[in-house]
Nanobody, 126 residues
Framework: VQLQASGGGLVQAGGSLRLSCAAS????????MGWFRQAPGKEREFVAAIRWSGGSTYYEDSVKGRFTISSDNVKNIVYLQMNSLKPKDTAVYLC????????????????????WGQGTLVTVSS
């Protein structure tokens, strides 16, 4: 599986960006997709995740109400719509896939994810 993330850039505080993560390679029937981010000097942290069916979504508390994760299962693309961006959202954003997840909900832990895309940099200026 290959994951290709895109959509990062420079935006002013209060602005919006939409990140995309395109999956290719193996055809899978069950998988979860997650977005994580890593700011300079900080550990990677969970941002959002979506179950393969698209019915369940999960968010880190600080992005609830501002970020929305969605999926296009026909195109095999997962999106992260980010609104009301803040300088503290500045980070490299990475998409990841957990194949055949066993949990009842999406994992918030990066070590559960099997495939990772390259990061896309989001910079929010004040």
């Amino acid at each position: 599986v290959q994951l290709q993330a895109s959509g990062g850039g420079l935006v002013q505080a209060g602005g919006s960006l939409r990140l995309s993560c395109a999956a290719s390679g193996r055809t899978l029937s069950r998988y979860d997709m997650g977005w994580f981010r890593q700011a300079p000097g900080k550990e990677r942290e969970f941002v959002a995740a979506i179950r393969w069916s698209g019915g369940s979504t999960y968010y880190e508390d600080s992005v609830k109400g501002r970020f929305t994760i969605s999926s296009d299962n026909v195109k095999n693309i997962v999106y992260l719509q980010m609104n009301s961006l803040k300088p503290k959202d500045t980070a490299v954003y990475l998409c990841a896939m957990e194949v055949y997840p066993s949990g009842r909900t999406c994992s918030l832990d990066d070590y559960d994810y099997d495939y990772w895309g390259q990061g896309t940099l989001v910079t929010v200026s004040s």
